[in-house]
């Protein structure tokens, strides 16, 4: 049997892990909202029409913020048709999805909705189809108490007290060709400022996420970084990263490696920042907004998927449903300790997206509500990452990979809480074949036992929750797991992710 040995540098913490790294995305597309977290004639429905056994889950699932409404939906979003009287919103031409929005939920409803899962609103402004203007008329509408024109309709709206929603973001990958209102870094960056500016006129309290690259295969990735920060740096405090995995081409082996290219695309991105800093003879340091990352079969979405048609606009359709695999799951595992792994950097990040639409859980109209593998790593390492980031020193064995060349088999994680003693390590297991054993310095948080372990594998790396068997991949207790001294010791299956709680 392969083996590993880590040790965790409990001496050099990375820094605090931060609450917002645990978000969520919802955003108007396929059946993410209707007929997902609002169906009002499913028998769980609340007398809002929104399903509690979604909700149930979501918040099981521990997601703190919640960026909406959108994605590519908001480059062509008037918040104005999001309010007032539902019976009296437009219909409305989704351009980016290719799809009618209803507008039956709008800003109040999913405010309503955030308060029964418990989680922060993550607001997205148009400046894709819109401007400086209308981003402050939207922040007025949300966090002025009353006395103006907007904040007293939201007032007459139902919305007593204001939304005081903290985190905005300055639209939604303004790189992207296929976004409306695409435009250069340069012209980009000088309406991101000139709005940062207005806003923080109106409320100087709140944060700020520019743009950055949709992703690091971007052409203009680095330069668009560059550029923007030159004109945004000191008007913002965070910077988008978006990424995007799947297995291609029967290429398992660089797909468990997917998280050496998030780690590469975070340290650049934090390079490129502290480049900017030094130019500009600033203090101030930009944090990371990753607030979109998840597993996504792209290529099913633009070859099977996409709508067209003049006269096709449908209300909710069937889109970016993905139904995830064992090896989905441990991948996005592995990615989530990629975010914590740069926890001194990564402020917020947001998995895109929850519910039907590349997500964790998934429901059928009139039907129930499920797990999807994905479900696990996200909910486990929400509940048991506390305190501060831990380093791990990893002495493993390696693999050769198409995309990344040589990759270690074992990454992993550790957290640490002072105020409750609770430590966690995160581990993965990327060999397709052969089980790790793996003896982990855990000396330096002085655990004394073993709380609880969670290993997800599978003898079929590709077994997946459905509606047919819901419940056919779970996390498993890890009986191989065992406490010596200040050395843990535990056993990883071949493509597996597992989480050792410790006390």
Not at 85 to 90: F, I, L, N
Not at 188 to 215: E, F, H, N, W
Not at 470 to 496: M, Q, Y
């Amino acid at each position: 049997m392969t083996s590993a040995r880590l040790i965790v540098d409990a001496a050099a913490p990375i820094g605090e892990v931060r609450r917002k790294i645990f978000g969520g995305f919802v955003e108007h597309l396929g059946r993410h909202i209707y007929d997902g977290i609002f169906e009002p004639g499913h028998e769980t429905a609340d007398a809002e029409g929104f399903r509690t056994d979604v909700i149930d889950l979501v918040k099981e699932l521990g997601v703190d913020t919640i960026r909406y409404p959108g994605g590519n939906f908001v480059s062509g979003f008037r918040w104005e048709d999001s309010v007032g009287p539902v019976a009296e919103r437009p219909r409305r031409l989704d351009l980016a999805w290719h799809s009618t929005e209803t507008n039956e939920v709008g800003l109040h409803e999913f405010s309503s909705w955030l308060d029964k899962v418990g989680s922060d609103l993550m607001m997205a402004v148009n400046l894709g189809t819109r401007g400086t203007l209308e981003a402050i008329d939207l922040l007025e509408y949300c966090n002025i108490r009353s006395g103006t024109t907007l904040s007293d309709q939201r007032v007459a709206n139902g919305a007593t007290e204001p939304f005081d929603i903290r985190m905005w973001c300055l639209g939604n990958e303004m790189d992207g060709p296929w976004q409306l209102g695409h435009r250069s870094a340069e012209d980009y960056g000088k309406l991101a400022s000139r709005t940062a500016k207005g806003m923080r006129q109106l409320d100087p309290s709140i944060q700020l996420v520019v743009c950055g690259s949709s992703g690091a295969t971007m052409p203009t990735f680095g330069e668009w970084e560059r550029v923007v920060l030159s004109h945004t740096y000191d008007d913002v405090d965070l910077i988008s990263c978006h990424a995007y995995y799947e297995e291609k081409d029967g290429d398992i082996g660089s797909f468990l490696a997917s998280a050496v290219d998030m780690d590469r695309f975070i340290e650049t991105v934090v390079a490129t920042a502290d480049h900017v800093a030094a130019v500009k003879r600033s203090s101030k340091k930009i944090d990371i907004s990753f607030d979109e990352w998840n597993v996504w079969y792209l290529s099913r979405w633009e070859n099977v998927e996409k709508i067209d048609g003049i006269d096709n606009w449908p209300v909710a359709p069937r889109l970016l449903e993905d139904v995830y695999s064992v090896v989905d799951a441990v991948v996005f595992g592995s990615l989530m300790i990629s975010l914590l792994k740069h926890a001194d950097r990564v402020a917020s990040a947001s998995l895109a997206q929850l519910v039907n639409v590349i997500a964790p859980i998934m429901t059928e109209p009139g039907g129930p509500a499920w797990r999807q593998t994905t479900f696990f790593p996200f909910s486990l390492t929400s509940r048991l990452a506390q305190g501060e980031a831990m380093r791990v020193l990893v002495d493993a064995p390696s693999y050769e990979t198409a995309v990344f060349g040589e990759v270690p088999l074992v990454d992993a994680v550790a957290t640490h809480d002072d105020a409750t003693g609770r430590s966690a390590v995160f581990l993965v297991n990327r060999s397709t074949t052969e089980s790790i054993e793996v003896s982990v310095d855990v000396s330096g948080l002085g655990a004394t036992s073993i709380a609880e372990t969670h290993t997800l594998s599978d003898d079929d790396v590709y077994a997946k929750n459905t509606l047919a068997d819901r419940e056919r991949v779970a996390p498993r207790a890890n009986d191989s797991a065992a406490l010596d001294g200040g050395t843990l010791r535990i056993t990883l299956p071949p493509v597996s992710w597992t989480a050792v709680a410790l006390a």
